[in-house]
């Protein structure tokens, strides 16, 4: 942990629409990003495919350093790190909510200072009634820091790269 990591994981989310992802429309204001994809089928894919998402091994998947160990629960501080060296972005976030029904596994975490965009993540795994895996990605951002704001057209294309690899692993991840 760098010196003052602990304060800022402990702060307020960096936005006001703190559960957004949770029920449409998204907030106007935002990039927004809906991805809904299929990763499988059957009842013991889905299960492995979710303990893959609550345990952010989905995110480790995608190529990125997440400084928890602990599953995705209500208020849990995720650090996320994405790059290396110089390169390297560190993006604090918190668990806002979980889902955990039979047929709906998932989370959403939100930014908190230091992040550098402000907004929310939802990753939700749900097996339909003809037993696929449907996995829907939800998100709404904006540039917080000066960095992001300089990468216009960078930052968005940033973003999508990164939904890219999460669908990429969980069907990795999915498999038997």
Request: glycine content about 10%; overall charge positive; hydrophobic content about 40%.
């Amino acid at each position: 942990m760098i010196y003052g990591e602990s304060v800022l994981l402990d702060g307020p989310f960096t936005y006001p629409e703190v559960g957004a992802t949770r029920d449409a429309p998204l907030p106007a204001g935002y990039r927004h990003v809906l991805r809904d994809v299929e990763v499988g089928a059957g009842r013991d894919v889905f299960e492995r495919a979710a303990e893959a998402l609550l345990t952010f091994r989905m995110h480790r998947g995608a190529g990125l350093t997440v400084g928890t160990r602990a599953p995705a629960v209500p208020g849990l501080p995720v650090v996320i790190r994405i790059g290396a060296g110089p390169l390297r972005l560190t993006a604090p976030c918190r668990v806002v909510y979980r889902i955990d029904q039979p047929d709906r596994q998932g989370f959403a975490y939100g930014t908190l200072d230091g992040h550098p965009e402000r907004g929310e993540e939802a990753f939700v795994l749900h097996l339909t009634e003809a037993g696929r895996i449907r996995f829907r990605i939800t998100a709404f951002s904006r540039p917080a820091s000066a960095l992001a704001r300089l990468g216009g057209p960078l930052t968005t294309l940033a973003q999508e790269f990164a939904t890219q690899r999460y669908v990429r692993s969980m069907r990795r991840l999915s498999l038997p």
